[in-house]
């Protein structure tokens, strides 16, 4: 089992950053071999894909609304997977999930989920 606990969500403006972490725990032996990724919800919406990244973090990819604003990245020797949300915008306020797969690239229903940290965007 992988435990997953994400840490530097909070209050911004827009226009502003935040940089999200994503630390796993557990049976973390093989973290280089997980799939990692974030979704977010806002009330009243359902989850979404925001970005995901291979084994060994050769394969990113985007939702179309957070393209060239967030950057995924991890760092397999601190078993830690990061989220970097740059020009942040109103309708990025969500609660995100950090989530990993056994699979080589994320799938829509990943393996393990965390239990979320809130960023909230003020106009």
């Known amino acids: 089992q992988v435990q997953l606990v994400e840490s530097g969500g909070g209050l911004v403006q827009a226009g502003g950053s935040l940089r999200l972490s994503c630390a796993a725990s557990g049976r973390t032996s093989n973290f280089s071999s997980l799939s990692m990724g974030w979704f977010r919800q806002a009330p009243g919406k359902e989850r979404e894909f925001v970005a995901r990244?291979?084994?060994?973090?050769?394969?990113?990819s985007y939702a179309d609304s957070v393209k060239g604003r967030f950057t995924i990245s991890r760092d397999d020797s601190k078993n830690t997977v990061y989220l970097q949300m740059n020009s942040l915008l109103p309708e990025d306020a969500a609660l995100y999930y950090c989530a990993a797969d056994k699979a080589p690239v994320l799938r829509s229903r990943p393996d393990y989920w965390g239990q979320g940290t809130q960023v909230t965007v003020s106009s």
């Open positions: 990244i291979s084994w060994g973090g050769s394969i990113t």
